[in-house]
């Protein structure tokens, strides 16, 4: 496609559900990026695929968090037994190879109830 | 661990003036640095990037300014615009070694643009 795209926009659940979400990179982009922001803050890295390598995943907060790349391309960030605290806005971003320009997704606003 | 981080989180600035966002980091192995523009509601945006090779890469109105000596980054914003109001982050290239690369990005400062 023409950017990055996700999925939903805006996904409201409630404490302990689990959440999917959707991340369509820009084809032909090796890498790919999931990013939490809270309100009002910066940019929390937590997971990034580079072609067939194993992910980064240094940065998950909890094993509640996982995600996949299935055939190198589209992307799923599950987050289960949703806590309060993970309400935030989930990014996702991809570049033709890791650490140039990343293209944005426009995220995904999580609010857990 | 080594991080980006920013001097200035608000910063308001006239219409028409000239805007300074700067930016420290600390890993000195550092070799790509990246400035994204984030308006509300919207993820963040390319404004411009710079090789650590660099001094100096200019822009439509920005210039980025790389000072390796002091690790310090500044983006500038000529006249500054309406528009231009938004939250701006820098990043690095964190070289991980075996892991790999990746950018990690500093805290972010908003830019206020009063008419």
């Known amino acids: 496609g023409a950017g990055v795209s996700q999925s939903p926009s805006n996904k409201v659940t409630e404490k302990g559900k689990d959440v999917e979400l959707r991340c369509d990179p820009i084809s032909g982009h090796t890498a790919l990026y999931w990013y939490r922001q809270s309100l009002g803050q910066g940019l929390e890295f937590l997971i990034y695929f580079q072609g067939n390598s194993a992910p980064d995943k240094s940065g998950l907060p909890s094993d509640r968090f996982s995600a996949e790349r299935t055939g190198g391309s589209v992307s799923t960030l599950t987050i289960q037994r949703t806590q309060q605290e993970d309400s935030a806005v989930y990014l996702c971003a991809s570049s033709l190879v890791a650490t140039e320009k990343l293209f944005f997704g426009s995220g995904t606003q999580l609010s857990v109830l | 661990g080594e991080s980006v981080g920013l001097h200035l989180p608000t910063l308001s600035v006239q219409e028409g003036d000239n805007s300074i966002i700067n930016c420290a980091y600390s890993?000195?192995?550092?070799?790509?640095f990246i400035w994204y523009k984030q308006e509300s509601g919207k993820g963040p945006q390319f404004i411009i990037d710079?090789?650590?090779?660099?001094d100096k890469r200019q822009g439509q109105r920005v210039t980025v300014l790389l000072n390796k000596t002091v690790k310090h980054l500044s983006l500038q914003i000529a006249a500054t615009q309406p528009g231009d109001s938004a939250v701006y982050f820098c990043?690095?290239?964190?070289?991980?070694?075996?892991?790999?690369?990746?950018?990690?990005f500093g805290g972010g400062t908003r830019v206020l643009v009063k008419p």
């Open positions: 890993n000195s192995a550092s070799d790509y």
């Open positions: 990043a690095e290239n964190l070289w991980e070694g075996a892991a790999g690369n990746k950018l990690t």
């Open positions: 710079i090789r650590s090779n660099m």
